[in-house]
């Protein structure tokens, strides 16, 4: 029988992460010819505003590992090529993703590639991905491993031997990760004989405590993410953001977490990571109170929620909040007074495998994408101006 141990597996170097976070502000040219759109501009590290004058706005719901209905979402989205190349097609477009890539499915580190592949390509075009940091997110760095599947594992464990090939050049190595994983998905299927079932379980296990621990080279990834992004007048987030988050800060909020998952927080301090984003019913990637089901809820209930909704979005300067985190069956909608957009359809094979929808914001005016035949079909219309 084989024995595995950390040693087993390949170890980042001690410098993988950043050792320090800084402010940054930085923008993103406009690539088009003949276009006279001004740059999108960027403040915080992670982003949490974002000016992008004159974009369309394309929001995607949870993803949980399934990369096939990833790349159906961002086709029908306009932002990716349907040849098979993963090239980005959206131009000058802002794409979010709202967290949850992770868990229930086995391509999570594809998709996560697959993402910073295209904000790659996007910015070159004047455009730019952002993604934010869900439930899913945070609970892995934790090291709360209980919805992971045994593919996500093993792609673990092929993605941690993957990176000694690129002698630990980062950005090369998990750029290029989406096109490949196929390949070692294939081999790793022809040689499980020769390690064994229980054998290949635990080696991903291994691999996946060394990759997500507060860090570890995907943690480090991840916390190039917010947990709460405003985009011009609109703000995206997983869970939900409350009247007391806005108080505490989102900008530091994004920023503790940031370091949280970076591994920057020493050990002997008495907060070890920051709850009001990542722990408790309420905090921002666990908040359902705007996911529910209006139908269930008696009038005064409603009218609390609304309350609080608006009095989030009047401290942000904000028009509406998109967020996922609660799969809805009726598919993507919107409530009170389309003040918020719920879009998580529960996409994943993983969760509803339901047919993907998105959300597109153009000019201050939402609509839901609900198939790629008839893109441009609209749920509602929503004028802010």
């Given amino acids: 029988m084989v024995s595995l141990c950390l040693n087993s597996l390949p170890l980042p170097p001690p410098s993988s992460c950043p050792k320090k976070l800084t402010e940054t502000s930085s923008s993103f040219s406009n690539g088009s010819i003949g276009t006279a759109l001004k740059p999108i501009v960027v403040n915080g590290n992670p982003p949490t505003f974002v000016s992008a ?68 390509q996007a910015k070159a075009k004047g455009g730019a991905v952002f993604q934010v940091n869900g439930n899913h997110e945070t609970m892995n760095v934790e090291g709360d491993f209980r919805y992971v599947e045994s593919g996500a594992f093993d792609e673990c464990a092929d993605f941690l031997e993957y990176l000694n090939d690129y002698e630990y ?157 609660t799969p809805q069956f009726s598919g993507a909608n919107c409530e009170y007074n389309c003040s918020i957009w719920r879009i998580d359809v529960g996409m994943s094979s993983g969760v509803l495998n339901s047919r993907p929808e998105v959300l597109e914001i153009r000019d201050d005016k939402a609509r839901v994408i609900r198939s790629k035949r008839n893109r441009f079909s609209e749920l509602q219309m929503v004028d802010y101006l």
């Fill in 53 to 120: 004058p004159g974009r369309r706005i394309v929001a995607v719901g949870d993803l949980h590992g399934d990369l096939d209905q990833a790349r159906y979402a961002l086709e029908m989205a306009g932002v990716l090529s349907s040849d098979g190349q993963d090239l980005w097609t959206g131009e000058d477009a802002v794409l979010v993703q709202l967290g949850d890539v992770l868990d229930r499915g086995d391509d999570e580190i594809a998709i996560l590639s697959l993402l910073r592949s295209l904000g790659i």
């Fill in 169 to 325: 050049d980062w950005d090369e190595a998990f750029v290029r990760w989406c096109g490949v994983s196929r390949i070692w998905k294939d081999e790793r299927k022809m040689s499980r004989n020769h390690w064994g079932p229980w054998n290949l379980r635990q080696k991903g296990v291994i691999a996946r405590s060394v990759l997500f621990r507060p860090g570890g080279p995907l943690a480090c990834e991840l916390a190039r993410h917010a947990v709460a992004l405003k985009v011009n007048d609109w703000i995206f987030c997983h869970g939900g953001l409350l009247p007391h988050h806005v108080a505490y800060g989102i900008e530091k909020m994004n920023k503790e977490v940031s370091q949280w998952m970076r591994g920057l927080i020493e050990e002997d301090t008495n907060r070890n990571m920051p709850f009001i984003a990542t722990k408790g019913y309420d905090s921002v990637v666990w908040n359902r109170l705007y996911s529910r089901d209006i139908s269930d809820l008696a009038d005064y209930q409603i009218n609390q929620i609304n309350a609080i909704l608006q009095e989030t979005l009047q401290a942000l300067g904000a028009k509406a909040m998109v967020v996922g985190h």
